[in-house]
């Protein structure tokens, strides 16, 4: 006997006929969508197993966290919820700080050598610690006493060789660290500004975000830098609502040491919670007319100032031509285009996809209006707003360098933002009928947002194996020569050359030897022959007679591979 919910010759309304059809077209989807579930399996254990065991069981560790995080989240258990999320974070740091056994090019290598010579001279920034050839103070790949950039930062990464050693890893654990501990400090954003579920929406986007992740592993030019530097100026936004909220003057403290050390790491933007939090003021006609509002600032900008400036006196003082040359290289870098980092007045806009999602570009201005209407206090809704958008303006259409991380200091800014619009998603579903289904949605929509912001794919793509990826075959290969070069010389007295564009950087992070990127010249070869120096070369078969025909010049084979 035939079907009857199948048969078109059935009931003469045809109700019955449909909703057989719509069982079938029901388990086609049902079929489509296992078959898509099965691809995605199929990449994700494709991606884990580029990965060596140890970063394998970080991941693993990350993902159960993160889900152990989800299901207190749902069942309304703020803080284990974020104990939790916040352990998947850190195993997500540690799991990138170890991606990359070498130093990456932009900057880090910079960083680590500076770093690992303040370990015993931190008020002596040095990147050839011995210099044996006169040099150019206004070359910064190359000179010796290196103040392009404050030194809060590279004393964070000396404190850890100290500790630790030195390594990779001790070189990205002050990264892992301040990448981890954002979490709860923009989970405390979300909360002042909207609501606690807001506040753990947002610091799940910032956890699962790969941007972040790919900073502390050195990939990104400026790296450990911006890390550091989005670190404390969120800390001062933190600690800025956290005074808002209170009106205790206690945060006035907080707020100038972490402004400060905004500015003892990279630049005056660091102090940007000063210009929102004085055009809120300003913008209230009640406080604008007290006196004390303006005392709060001017105590927390003197403490900020307090932190700093010692640096940037000592600095002038000590090294005079190179403190002023950074100086105009900082307004070079404004009315410029300095190290061809060109881009339109759009470039941070296209950057947004990379930092923060796929969606971002199309999702931020909502996000941004909804997080307005949702907050209740006045005077921050302006003191972000500011934020935001002379961040923005500024780096947009007045300064000329573009660089991808300029606008990533107020990112805490745009994931509370995010994570106000995710909220009033999930405020909704919690209104459903079915409070288990809603449950089971809502941890399925954020741990998708969150695979898709992580993009495991690309990690493997970029930071495991060596097929295709040239780049790391030849870090990897050079870094395995520059430590076998204290075995092959007879002593670290030799001075090293032709390395190759920025490798003498890496040599002299692995090893005690002096390094120099080209051969020496004939006058400067004489000049350490009289001065009884030993020399060596990297031999890539175009040397000079004058160091192909001196036996006491040591050749070394095989050259340093080019990353490109």
Not at 313 to 321: E, F, K, M, N
Not at 340 to 369: C, D, E, K, T
Not at 419 to 431: E, H, N, S
Request: contains cysteine.
């Amino acid at each position: 006997m035939r079907n009857p919910t199948l048969n078109p010759e059935g009931p003469k309304n045809g109700l019955t006929w449909m909703a057989g059809a719509n069982r079938v077209f029901y388990m086609v989807h049902l079929f489509e969508a296992a078959l898509d579930s099965t691809a995605h399996l199929r990449r994700l254990v494709k991606n884990m197993s580029d990965f060596n065991p140890l970063q394998q069981a970080l991941l693993c560790a990350a993902c159960a966290f993160i889900l152990a995080s989800l299901f207190f989240f749902v069942n309304g258990k703020t803080r284990w919820s974020l104990v939790w999320l916040t352990a998947g974070g850190l195993s997500l740091s540690l799991f990138a700080s170890g991606l990359d056994p070498f130093l990456n090019s932009w900057d880090e290598r910079f960083h680590a050598l500076v770093a690992r010579h303040m370990m015993d001279a931190p008020f002596r920034p040095m990147l050839i610690c011995n210099p044996v050839l006169p040099y150019d103070y206004r070359d910064w790949t190359a000179d010796h006493i290196w103040v392009h950039k404050p030194p809060l930062f590279l004393w964070q990464i000396a404190l850890a060789f100290k500790l630790l050693g030195v390594s990779e890893f001790s070189l990205r654990l002050p990264s892992v660290l301040m990448t981890a501990g954002l979490i709860p400090v923009i989970y405390r954003l979300g909360r002042i500004a909207v609501s606690a579920r807001v506040g753990y929406c947002s610091a799940f986007l910032y956890t699962t975000s790969a941007y972040p992740l790919l900073l502390l592993t050195g990939y990104i030019n400026l790296d450990h830098n911006d890390t550091a530097f989005v670190f404390y100026v969120t800390a001062s936004l933190w600690a800025h609502a956290e005074y808002e909220r209170s009106g205790r003057r206690f945060w006035l403290l907080p707020i100038g040491l972490f402004a400060g050390c905004a500015v003892l790491v990279k630049w005056l933007t660091g102090l940007l919670v000063f210009g929102g939090w004085g055009l809120a003021l300003l913008g209230d006609s009640r406080r604008r007319r007290q006196f004390r509002p303006y005392l709060d600032i001017g105590i927390s900008l003197a403490i900020a100032l307090a932190v700093f400036l010692p640096w940037q006196w000592y600095i002038s003082a000590t090294y005079p031509l190179e403190s002023a040359y950074t100086r105009l290289l900082y307004w070079r870098h404004v009315v410029e285009v300095m190290d061809g980092h060109m881009g339109g007045y759009g470039y941070h806009f296209s950057m947004l996809a990379r930092q923060y999602g796929p969606w971002a570009p199309w999702l931020i201005g909502p996000a941004l209006i909804i997080l307005l209407f949702r907050m209740s206090s006045r005077r921050l809704k302006i003191t972000w707003s500011a934020c935001v958008l002379a961040i923005y303006a500024f780096f947009s259409f007045i300064v000329k360098t573009k660089m991808c991380s300029f606008c990533f200091t107020v990112c805490s800014i745009i994931y509370v933002a995010f994570g106000a619009g995710l909220g009033l998603v999930i405020d909704r579903l919690t209104l459903a009928r079915f409070p288990r289904t809603a449950r089971l949605v809502i941890v399925g929509l954020l741990a998708g947002l969150g695979w898709s912001t992580l993009d495991l794919a690309s990690f493997a793509r970029d930071h495991a194996g060596v097929k295709g990826n040239r780049y790391r075959l030849a870090k990897l290969h050079n870094t395995a020569l520059y430590k076998t070069l204290p075995s092959l010389l007879p002593s670290n007295d030799f001075i090293i050359f032709n390395c190759g564009e920025c490798f003498h950087v890496e040599l002299m992070f692995y090893t005690d030897f002096t390094a120099y990127p080209r051969v020496p010249s004939r006058p400067e070869y004489d000049l350490l022959k009289s001065r009884h120096i030993p020399m060596a070369v990297f031999d890539d078969g175009k040397l000079p007679g004058y160091l192909m025909d001196d036996a006491a010049v040591f050749k070394i084979k095989p050259c340093l591979m080019d990353v490109w």
